[in-house]
């Protein structure tokens, strides 16, 4: 809104926001912040989390926004696990599950910052309500019965899923639900999907890239997205072991780390090596998890993202189809060659010579 533009560009002005950038990187992810205690300092945000306390508790005053993100910073709480953990009881007050007696007096309502920032300190000193929350949005639910459950918006191994809205993104959600450690996941990291409209040209050519076609940019396409999920993976795999910042890369540019590879260490393997080398990793990372018990019923979103509809704003409408993301995950394993249970076949461990594990 006018409002709300109006009030972050004074924010902006009050605090001299600026984004900041690592040696030589374009992207510029960080924002750092003048502020006053005692002597002026500037202070770096990580925009993602910050944005996600935005977006999960429909906050949208800057200068409230920035104190509950130095609040979590304070009391040793990730702002995005909290974010979610907020928007889950934020839910539960809309819909009745809790109340003012159960929150210790709290009116827990999307956009009430003070309210936020109380339950948050609660959150932390684990102080009645709080202490439930504490446990994380699964332990909770488990704790406050089915009627909270149904509000869970989780993943594997029950993470709270925050950064990233999954419904209007179809390859982002195939990617989180199939991810080892669940939602978010390094493999949505400059994902396509989710600047398809704001640079739709790079969107476009990614797309193309990797699947052959313009149209598989589309965050709305199921179809290709399996390949383009594969491609990221791999190369998220290959930016964390060559010890490198892996969000201004796109798969189809890879040669830059190839040539930075041999340069460091005299070798030569090609880029192909390379990727391999991550596939490797990424099936070892799939085994531990089958050894632990996880099958595709382990590789699924939360409910409430095929059964709701979001509500309002630029993606309104959108939500997951249950066939069509069944029918990703059937592309994916067999495109990385794996059974239908999400399980490495021999012959791909033997192919990539991690037959010791059959
Ligand atoms: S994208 Fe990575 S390298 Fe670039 S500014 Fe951000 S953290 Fe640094």
Redesign the pocket.
Known sequence: SAETRAALKTFIEQHELRL???FG??????ATLSVAEGETASVIACQGTWTSLAYFMKIADPATLWQLYVTCQKLGLDAGGTSALMAFAMALFEHGVIDADTTGGINLTWGDGEAAAEMIRRIAYREGFGDILANGVKAAAEHLGEAARQHAVTSKGGLEMWLMENRPFKGAALAGAVSDAGSPNRATYAFPDYYARSMPQQAAMVAKNITGSEDDADPGRYEAKPKVVIAYEDAHILADCLGV????FQPAGLELWQHAFAAATGRSEGLKDLLRAAERIRNVERLFNVRQGLTRDDDALPDKLFDEPLQGGPWSGAVLERDRFEQMKDTYYALRGWDQSGKPTPETLTKLGLAMYL
Do not use: Q
């Open positions: 900041e950038t690592c990187c374009p992207i510029r992810c960080w910042c892996s969000i201004p």
